[in-house]
Structure formats: structure tokens, C-alpha cells
């Protein structure tokens, strides 16, 4: 499987963004994929998570209630619609394709390249 991030950018706190990532080859919607951000000096850290189907997700406490994972098996597509940005919320964020839902890094096979967010205060 190869993935494809992409929508990262700049925004005002307070604001919002929406991050894709597109997939091909291999058994994509089989697949769980994750969403995990690092920023410099610190270990890539898990931020959402959503199961092949779709049907279930799971996210870090820091993002619960902020951000919405999902995805378009037609497409071959997964999202992370991010709301209410903090300035802590700044990192690259990179998707991930794994064999199940998990929140471990070394639990994930596939990985996008990063897509850089930004938010000032």
C-alpha cells in the first residue's frame, strides 16, 4: 500500500483544516489506518485511528471532540477533519496503514510521507 498525505498548511487558532490521505495498491479498505503527528525532538505520537469498514474509531484524548477521522473506501481516501486548532496542534502529521486498529507505531506496515501543520496564535 502506498499512501499520500496531503492538505496540511497554516492556520489561525481557533481555525480548521482538513488532511487526506489517499492510497494505492494493496487491500486498502482491509486495512486500518491512523493518523499520527511528530514534532522536532519528540516521538511520533498517535492521533486517530479508524477500522477498514469504517465503523469504528478511536482518538487521543488531546484531539476527543476536535477532530474527526473517516474515510471513502471508494475513493481509497482517508481524512482528519481537525476543528477548534490550538498552536499545540502544530507538527507534521503522517498516515499510517496497519493490519488492525492500534494506537502503537510499530503496530502500522504502510506510511504516507508527513504533511506540515502549523497553527499561530
Known amino acids: 500500500v502506498q499512501l499520500q498525505a496531503s492538505g496540511g498548511g497554516l492556520v489561525q487558532a481557533g481555525g480548521s483544516l482538513r488532511l487526506s490521505c489517499a492510497a494505492s495498491?494493496?487491500?486498502?479498505?482491509?486495512?486500518?489506518v491512523g493518523w499520527f503527528r511528530q514534532v522536532p525532538g519528540k516521538e511520533r505520537a498517535f492521533v486517530a485511528t479508524?477500522?477498514?469498514?469504517?465503523?469504528?474509531?478511536y482518538y487521543a484524548d488531546s484531539v476527543k471532540g476536535r477532530f474527526t477521522i473517516s474515510r471513502d473506501n471508494a475513493k481509497n481516501t482517508v481524512y482528519l477533519q481537525m476543528n477548534s486548532l490550538k498552536p499545540e496542534d502544530t507538527a507534521v502529521y503522517y498516515c499510517?496503514?496497519?493490519?488492525?486498529?492500534?494506537?502503537?507505531?510499530?503496530?502500522?506496515?504502510?506510511w504516507g510521507q508527513g504533511t506540515q501543520v502549523t497553527v499561530s496564535s
Open positions: 499510517a496503514a496497519g493490519r488492525g486498529l492500534a494506537t502503537p507505531v510499530k503496530r502500522y506496515d504502510y
Open positions: 495498491g494493496g487491500t486498502f479498505s482491509t486495512s486500518a
Open positions: 479508524i477500522s477498514g469498514g469504517g465503523g469504528i474509531t
